[in-house]
C-alpha cells in the first residue's frame, strides 16, 4: 500500500504561485515520471512529496494517509539527488549506513543491509572509498543505496541521471528499470528530459507552469496528445504544426501557407464547423509512403543517420518540417518531394490548442 | 614553464617591482625576529648589556612571576578557545538555517564586537561589572547572588570576566569563517539527511562538524595564537597591573612590563617572547597532528 494521492496541490513563494493545483493518482508499485520544461515546477512538486517544501494547500496522502505535516523521515521514502547529496567525509559503506544509526537499527543488521544494497548495485568493490573517488555514476549508485538501505514504500529521483554523460546515461536507464523490478517499489522519477520519461515510466506526468497538462502512458502521450503542448514536449524529433483552416464541411483542412493545398482529416466527433482556424499535427514519423494524402514540398536538407533518413522540407519560405523516412537514401537536397502520410494520423488543435477530437 | 621564458630582463624588473617590499619586511620583520633571538642570550639592565648565554632560561624557571604569567596564560587559552570555538559553530549552525528571521541582523550584531573599538568596549565591560554595574544588578534582581561580586578583586572572577570579554570580542570573528564555509556545503547533504531521518544534533555533530573540520582548524590555531598573545583586554581591565596579585597576569603583559615598567631587561624579556614563539609552534604542530586525516587516501 503504497500509492500517492494528490488533490488540489498548491505551493506560493511569497506571491508567486508555482504549482497551481496539482490532482493526481499514483498507483502503489507505479514508475511514475514528471517530465517538463525548465522551471515548470517538477522540483518543486518532487520536493513538496518529500516534505522538504510545505505544501500552502490542497492534500498529500501516501499509503492512504494524510502527509502535509508529516516529517520528512516519517513519509516512508527515500529521495536520490541531482547533486547525488552524499556525505564527502564518508566512505561508501559509511553513506549507506549513516542514517540507519539513528533509526535503531542493530550494527550487525545495518552491516548486512548495505552489503545486500551494495550487491543489488555491484558497489562491492568501492566500499571502503569516499565519494570523491568514484565516477558520476558509481557516486550515483551509491546515493541510490543509501535510499535503498532504508527499505522505502516510494522512491523520489530529482534528475539523477543529468550529470552523466550520454553513454552512462543509456546505462543508467536501464539498470533504473532493472532496479524498478527488483525493488517492486513506487518511484517518482523528475526529468526534463522526454526520452527519460518515455523510455522508464509507466505513467508520465506532463506539467507545465505549475499545472498538469495531460498524464498519461508513455504512448497514450505520444499518440493521442490532449493539447499542442504535451504534443510538442513527447517525441523526438518534434512533431511538425502547419496551420490551416478547416474547409469542405469539416472533411478537409486547407493550409493557406502551403499554397492552399488541402489536406483530407479523419471525421471528427466534435464537427468543426468551415472557417474554423486549426493546427494541424504530423510527427516526422507519420509521412509513409502509400499514405493516402500527400503535401507538395521542397527538401532543404537531408540528415542520414544510418537506420533513419531525416528530410528537412518546406514550402516556398514558409515553416520547416521534418520528415523521417526509413529507406528514402536517395533523397537530395533540392529535389521535389511528395511528402505521403495517412489522413488518420493528423491531429487537429484548436486555436486555444486543445485537441480537437 | 613560464619562468623559463621569462627573459632575463624580465625577470630583474620583476625583482625590482617586489624590491620595495622585501626591504620593508627584511628592515621591519626579518631583522627584529633574529634581533630578539639575539637579545634574548643577554644579560643586563637598560641599554648595558653582556651574551650570558643560557642565563635568562635559568632564570625562567626560578622566576616565580613568569611561572604566574605562563600558567594564566594556559588557563586562559585551555579555558576560552574551546568555549568559543563551540559558540561560533553553534552561532554558524543557527545563523545558516534559512528560515530564520532577521539573519542578517543577527550576524552583523554577532560580528560588531570584534571591529568595535578597543578602549570604547574595554570601557564598557568594566563598568558592567563594576561593583555597582548592571550584571551585578542583573544577578542580584534574580536572587542568584546574595551580595555584589567583585569582579575585579577577587583572582577567579576577574579571570573569568577576561574570559567572557574575549569571547564576546572573537566569537563573532571565527563565526564568519564557519558561515563562509557553510556556504559552500551543498544543501541538499542536509536534505538528504533529513529524509533519511538523521536528527538535528546528529547532522550537526556528523555532518557540519567534520566537513567544517579544515575551518576548524584554521580558527583553533589562530585562535590560539591570538590567546596566547592576550594583552589589550587585561591591560585594560586592570589598568596594566595583571592584577589582582597578578591573577591576569599574562605572557605579553608580563613582557610588556619587563620592558618598559620595570627596570628595562630587554635579554629577559626576549627570551619570555620566544617561550611564546615555542608554545604557539608546539600547540600547532599538535593541532595539525589531530586534525590530520587518519585513512592513507584523504
Ligand atoms: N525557494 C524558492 N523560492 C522562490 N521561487 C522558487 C523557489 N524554488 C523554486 N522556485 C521557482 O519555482 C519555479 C519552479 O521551480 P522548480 O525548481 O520546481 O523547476 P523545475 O521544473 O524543477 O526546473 P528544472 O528542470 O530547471 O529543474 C521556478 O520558476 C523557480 O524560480
Ligand atoms: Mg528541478
Request: aromatic share 10%; hydrophobic share 50%; with cysteine.
Amino acid at each position: 500500500m503504497s500509492g500517492l494521492k494528490l488533490r488540489g496541490v498548491r505551493k506560493s513563494f511569497g506571491a508567486i504561485e508555482v504549482i497551481k493545483g496539482v490532482d493526481l493518482d499514483i498507483e502503489s508499485k507505479e514508475f511514475v515520471v514528471f517530465v517538463g520544461p525548465s522551471g515548470c515546477g517538477k522540483s518543486t512538486l518532487l520536493r513538496m512529496i518529500a516534505g522538504l517544501e510545505p505544501i500552502t494547500a490542497g492534500d498529500l496522502e501516501i499509503g492512504g494517509a494524510r502527509m502535509n505535516d508529516v516529517d520528512p523521515s516519517k513519509r516512508g521514502i527515500a529521495m536520490v539527488f541531482q547533486t547525488y547529496a552524499l556525505y564527502p567525509h564518508m566512505t561508501v559503506r559509511e553513506n549507506m549506513g549513516f542514517a540507519l544509526r539513528f533509526a535503531g537499527v542493530a550494527k550487525p543488521e545495518i552491516a548486512r543491509q548495505v552489503d545486500e544494497a551494495a550487491r543489488i548495485l555491484e558497489l562491492g568493490p568501492l566500499m571502503n572509498r569516499r565519494p570523491k573517488e568514484l565516477s558520476g555514476g558509481q557516486r550515483q549508485r551509491v546515493a541510490i543505496g543509501r535510499a535503498i538501505v532504508r527499505h522505502p514504500q516510494v522512491f523520489l529521483f530529482d534528475e539523477p541521471l543529468s550529470n552523466l554523460d550520454a553513454e552512462l546515461r543509456v546505462h543508467m536507464r536501464i539498470e533504473l528499470a532493472r532496479l524498478h523490478k527488483e525493488l517492486a517499489t513506487t518511484i517518482i522519477y523528475v526529468t526534463h528530459d522526454q526520452v527519460e520519461a518515455m523510455t522508464l515510466a509507466d505513467k508520465i506526468v506532463v506539467l507545465r507552469d505549475g499545472s498538469v497538462a495531460q498524464v498519461g502512458t508513455p504512448l497514450q502521450l505520444y499518440d493521442d496528445p490532449d493539447n499542442l503542448f504535451v504534443a510538442g514536449f513527447i517525441g523526438s524529433p518534434k512533431m511538425n504544426f502547419l496551420s490551416g483552416v478547416v474547409a469542405a464541411g469539416g472533411s478537409t483542412v486547407r493550409l493557406p501557407d502551403y499554397g492552399d493545398q488541402s489536406i483530407p482529416v479523419a471525421a471528427l466527433r466534435s464537427r468543426p464547423a468551415d472557417g474554423t482556424p486549426v493546427t494541424v499535427g504530423l510527427r516526422p514519423d507519420h509521412f509513409k509512403r502509400g499514405g493516402a494524402a500527400h503535401l507538395d514540398l521542397n527538401v532543404e536538407l537531408i540528415e542520414h543517420l544510418g537506420s533513419e533518413t531525416y528530410a528537412y522540407a518546406r514550402f516556398g519560405k514558409g515553416e520547416v518540417l521534418t520528415i523521417a523516412t526509413q529507406n528514402d537514401r536517395d533523397l537530395k537536397a533540392g529535389a521535389r518531394l511528395a511528402a505521403h502520410f495517412d489522413p488518420a494520423s493528423a491531429l487537429l488543435f484548436d486555436a486555444a490548442g486543445q485537441r480537437i477530437r | 614553464m613560464a619562468q623559463a621564458n621569462l627573459s632575463r630582463n624580465e625577470r630583474i624588473s620583476g625583482w625590482v617591482f617586489i624590491a620595495p617590499a622585501l626591504v620593508l619586511l627584511g628592515v621591519f620583520m626579518i631583522y627584529p625576529i633574529i634581533w630578539s633571538l639575539w637579545m634574548s642570550f643577554q644579560v643586563g639592565k637598560g641599554m648595558n648589556f653582556s651574551f650570558g648565554g643560557f642565563t635568562n632560561i635559568i632564570r625562567m624557571t626560578k622566576d616565580p612571576v613568569f611561572i604566574r604569567a605562563l600558567t594564566n596564560t594556559l588557563i586562559f587559552l585551555v579555558v576560552q578557545v574551546p568555549i568559543m570555538i563551540f559558540l561560533a559553530l553553534v552561532f554558524a549552525n543557527a545563523l545558516n538555517d534559512p528560515s530564520l528571521r532577521f539573519r542578517a541582523l543577527f550576524r552583523t550584531a554577532i560580528f560588531l564586537p570584534c571591529v568595535t573599538s578597543l578602549i570604547a568596549y574595554s570601557t564598557l565591560f568594566k563598568s558592567m561589572f563594576a561593583g555597582d554595574g548592571v550584571i551585578n544588578k542583573a544577578l542580584l534582581a534574580v536572587h542568584i547572588i546574595a551580595e555584589p561580586i567583585a569582579w575585579f578583586a577577587d583572582p577567579f572572577w576577574a579571570k573569568v570576566v577576561i574570559i567572557l570579554a574575549i569571547t564576546w570580542r572573537w566569537t563573532g570573528y571565527n563565526m564568519v569563517f564557519y558561515l563562509a564555509a557553510m556556504q559552500n556545503i551543498d544543501r541538499s547533504i542536509y536534505e538528504a539527511a533529513r529524509i533519511d531521518g538523521v536528527p538535528a544534533w546528529a547532522r550537526f555533530r556528523y555532518l557540519t562538524i567534520p566537513m567544517l573540520k579544515p575551518v576548524i582548524l584554521f580558527t583553533t590555531v589562530i585562535s590560539t595564537i591570538g590567546t596566547l598573545q592576550l594583552f589589550d583586554e587585561v591591560y585594560n581591565f586592570t589598568a596594566g597591573t595583571g592584577g589582582p596579585s597578578d591573577s591576569t597576569l599574562t605572557l605579553s603583559l608580563y613582557i610588556y612590563n619587563l620592558t618598559f615598567k620595570f627596570m628595562p631587561s630587554f635579554g629577559y624579556a626576549a627570551t619570555v617572547s620566544w617561550v611564546i614563539v615555542v608554545i604557539v609552534g608546539i600547540l600547532s604542530f599538535l593541532q595539525f597532528l589531530v586534525a590530520r586525516d587518519r585513512r592513507p587516501a584523504a
